[in-house]
């Protein structure tokens, strides 16, 4: 069985590897940067996906499973911790709120012409965390079924779940590398070990917390909205509505500093629940 799972893997890292450098070498061809977003998201699922049709893996391992209560807690992780994250930015001032820029630009998208800014404010909020997240969710359900619906399953039936959890981790952040070494998926104004330093272990730690939240759920559903509502809350809403006051860029998004501590705790908090796991869903 543990060499039916080697292969698995095997022949899923090299797939992904064809896939992941096929989109790279048309990314000078793509004009459309949303368009490439979803072809390079969507990379380990074609892998997983091909793997899945070689090796006769129903895609029902995948984990389809519908549980509303799990895919609220995939929502609500992403919102707690880059809550928790910035509030302490803009408390020790290592940035400012709000951003005069975020709030004309939400006004005009969401058709605010009056209104205070908090109504602004909490209406940008639910229309990226909850309206937006569908779309958000399609191109994050890529990545997904790759890393949570076929690699931590058969990591976790090869080694184990903790340690599933921390080597899926280590491969997302390695898959991201080029992105970052070429400036199209980082952040500017930071020392390029400091943010590597920063990802790393911010992907480590998510990686622990999602592959708990797969096995424990039996479901690639909350891991999606996890991820999903992770790119809307950080990137689209909290970024954006932080003023850059001078070292912002140190502390902010997933290249600074202030998400760290608190994704490390929460991963330390899983790991000793994984620990209470006695029946894996599959």
Request: with cysteine; glycine share 8%; net charge positive.
């Given at each position: 069985m543990k060499n039916k799972n080697q292969k698995?893997?095997?022949?899923?890292?090299?797939?992904l590897l064809i896939f992941t450098t096929a989109v790279s070498v048309l990314s000078s061809f793509i004009t459309n940067q949303n368009l490439w977003s979803v072809l390079i998201m969507w990379t380990p699922g074609l892998a997983a996906l091909l793997v899945s049709f070689i090796t006769k893996r129903s895609l029902k391992q995948i984990g389809w499973k519908l549980s509303l209560k799990w895919m609220l807690a995939?929502?609500?992780?992403?919102?707690?911790?880059?809550?928790?994250?910035?509030?302490?930015v803009w408390i020790f001032s290592f940035?400012?709120?709000?951003?005069p820029t975020f709030l004309e630009r939400a006004r005009?998208?969401?058709?605010?012409?009056?209104?205070?800014?908090?109504i602004v404010i909490i209406s940008a909020f639910f229309y990226i965390t909850v309206v937006n997240l569908l779309p958000a969710a399609v191109m994050a359900l890529g990545e997904e079924i790759g890393w949570r619906g076929f690699l931590v399953p058969e990591l976790t039936a090869w080694i184990g779940l903790k340690k599933a959890g921390w080597i899926s981790g280590i491969i997302w952040g390695v898959w991201?590398?080029?992105?970052?070494?070429t400036g199209n998926y980082a952040q500017q104004g930071t020392p390029l070990w400091f943010q590597l330093t920063c990802f790393f272990i911010l992907v480590i730690s998510t990686a622990i917390i999602l592959a708990w939240l797969r096995m424990k759920?039996?479901?690639?559903?909350?891991a999606v909205i996890f991820h999903a509502t992770h790119n809307?809350?950080?990137?689209?809403?909290?970024?954006?509505i932080t003023i850059d006051t001078?070292?912002?860029?140190?502390?902010?998004?997933?290249?600074?500093?202030?998400?760290?501590?608190?994704?490390?705790?929460?991963?330390?908090?899983?790991?000793?629940?994984?620990?209470?796991?006695?029946?894996?869903?599959?």
């Amino acid at each position: 069985m543990k060499n039916k799972n080697q292969k698995r893997i095997y022949i899923f890292l090299a797939s992904l590897l064809i896939f992941t450098t096929a989109v790279s070498v048309l990314s000078s061809f793509i004009t459309n940067q949303n368009l490439w977003s979803v072809l390079i998201m969507w990379t380990p699922g074609l892998a997983a996906l091909l793997v899945s049709f070689i090796t006769k893996r129903s895609l029902k391992q995948i984990g389809w499973k519908l549980s509303l209560k799990w895919m609220l807690a995939g929502w609500l992780f992403p919102v707690v911790y880059a809550t928790v994250a910035y509030s302490a930015v803009w408390i020790f001032s290592f940035g400012d709120v709000p951003n005069p820029t975020f709030l004309e630009r939400a006004r005009l998208t969401l058709g605010i012409d009056s209104g205070s800014d908090s109504i602004v404010i909490i209406s940008a909020f639910f229309y990226i965390t909850v309206v937006n997240l569908l779309p958000a969710a399609v191109m994050a359900l890529g990545e997904e079924i790759g890393w949570r619906g076929f690699l931590v399953p058969e990591l976790t039936a090869w080694i184990g779940l903790k340690k599933a959890g921390w080597i899926s981790g280590i491969i997302w952040g390695v898959w991201h590398l080029p992105g970052i070494l070429t400036g199209n998926y980082a952040q500017q104004g930071t020392p390029l070990w400091f943010q590597l330093t920063c990802f790393f272990i911010l992907v480590i730690s998510t990686a622990i917390i999602l592959a708990w939240l797969r096995m424990k759920s039996g479901s690639i559903l909350p891991a999606v909205i996890f991820h999903a509502t992770h790119n809307g809350v950080v990137q689209m809403f909290y970024n954006r509505i932080t003023i850059d006051t001078g070292n912002t860029n140190w502390f902010t998004g997933e290249f600074g500093f202030a998400l760290v501590p608190v994704l490390i705790l929460i991963s330390i908090y899983v790991l000793k629940r994984m620990d209470k796991m006695q029946k894996i869903p599959m």
